[in-house]
């Protein structure tokens, strides 16, 4: 497609439900980053794959969180036993190539944990 | 710890004016810097980058200037428009990660 896009927009969890969240990136682009937005924050960083291996994943917060890309395309983040924090926009970005930063970002996930 | 701060949360101008947001790094070793723009419900979109080999960089309306002496980084906008209004981010990337490191975002509100 024409931009990163991410499924669903909204999800309500309740707390201690496990959820997927999906990213589409720009077909072809190499690399791809998870970042995690808290209402009235910058994005902060989760997780980065370069085609399908996860490079970096050092910004994951935990351990319930995991993130996957098998075939080097579409990607999920998914939450295990969600907690009130895990409330957030969950973004998804995407780049032509390696070490190129003005990556396109999805619309992101709106994630309420109830 | 980590952060890429701004001096001022809001800033409201002028529809015309030319606007001016600020941003402090924390990291000198930080080789690379975005600006980006963020619309209410959408992701950040890209808007002007500058390598820290560069002071200044021109765009259509947007200008960034980077002053490496005091670890300072601000975006103009030149005739600021209301569809300018947003919400505003810095970042900056550091050496040895692929990671974008954000400040918390200045909001720019644009007055017809």
């Known amino acids: 497609g024409a931009g990163v896009s991410q499924s669903p927009r909204y999800k309500v969890a309740k707390r201690g439900q496990d959820v997927a969240l999906r990213c589409d990136p720009i077909s072809g682009h190499v690399s791809l980053f998870w970042y995690q937005q808290a209402l009235g924050q910058g994005p902060e960083f989760l997780t980065y794959?370069?085609?399908?291996?996860?490079?970096?994943k050092s910004g994951l917060p935990s351990d319930r969180f995991f993130a996957e890309r098998p075939e080097g395309s579409v990607s999920t983040l998914k939450i295990q036993r969600t907690q009130q924090e895990d409330s957030a926009v969950y973004l998804c970005?995407?780049?032509?190539?390696?070490?190129?930063?003005?990556?396109?970002f999805g619309s992101g996930t709106r994630l309420t944990v109830v | 710890g980590e952060s890429v701060g701004l001096h001022l949360p809001t800033l409201s101008v002028q529809e015309g004016d030319n606007s001016i947001i600020n941003c402090a790094y924390s990291?000198?070793?930080?080789?690379?810097f975005i600006w980006y723009k963020q619309e209410s419900g959408k992701g950040p979109q890209f808007i002007i980058d500058i390598r820290s080999n560069m002071d200044k960089r021109q765009g259509q309306r947007v200008t960034v200037l980077l002053n490496k002496t005091v670890k300072h980084l601000s975006l103009q906008i030149a005739a600021t428009q209301p569809g300018d209004s947003a919400v505003y981010f810095c970042a900056e990337h550091r050496g040895g990660s692929e990671k974008l490191v954000f400040g918390k975002g200045t909001k720019l509100t644009v007055n017809p």
């Open positions: 794959f370069q085609n399908e291996a996860q490079l970096d």
């Open positions: 970005a995407s780049s032509l190539a390696r070490r190129s930063y003005g990556y396109t």
């Open positions: 990291n000198s070793a930080s080789d690379y």
